[in-house]
């Protein structure tokens, strides 16, 4: 599957932005998809994952009750609506996808758990 990220650009803090991916080249809905990001001089850091179904999901510590993780799979793409922003969450946001190892899966939140990664976008918040 190809992963194609955007929505990202430059905002205030405070300010919300919803950022897409869209897949291509797979069975959208067989893949848990998550969003990670990445800041200069740190590793990549787990946003938030959804399983096969928009009733499953898990969120990284960072981002918990602020950003919102969604999916349709109708129009092959995964969302991160992030609301409140703040200068930490500046970086570049990956969208990243993996098939289930099992029927009872779990949403990881480590990089190596998904082999399927998009290009990044990049979020800038100004203070």
């Known amino acids: 599957v190809q992963l194609q990220a955007s929505g990202g650009g430059l905002v205030q803090a405070g300010d919300s932005l919803r950022l897409s991916c869209a897949a291509s080249?797979?069975?959208?809905?067989?893949?848990?998809m998550a969003w990670f990001r990445q800041s200069p001089g740190k590793e990549r850091e787990f946003v938030a994952a959804?399983?096969?179904?928009?009733?499953?999901?898990h969120y990284g510590d960072s981002v918990q009750s602020r950003h919102i993780i969604s999916r349709d799979n109708a129009k092959n793409s995964v969302y991160l609506q992030m609301n409140s922003l703040k200068p930490e969450d500046t970086a570049v946001y990956y969208c990243?996808?993996?098939?289930?190892?099992?029927?009872?899966?779990?949403?990881?939140?480590?990089?190596?758990?998904?082999?399927?990664w998009g290009q990044g976008t990049l979020v800038t918040v100004s203070s």
């Open positions: 959804v399983g096969l179904s928009d009733g499953i999901v």
């Open positions: 080249g797979g069975t959208f809905g067989s893949y848990i």
């Open positions: 990243a996808a993996d098939l289930p190892r099992s029927a009872y899966y779990s949403l990881s939140n480590k990089v190596s758990d998904y082999r399927y």
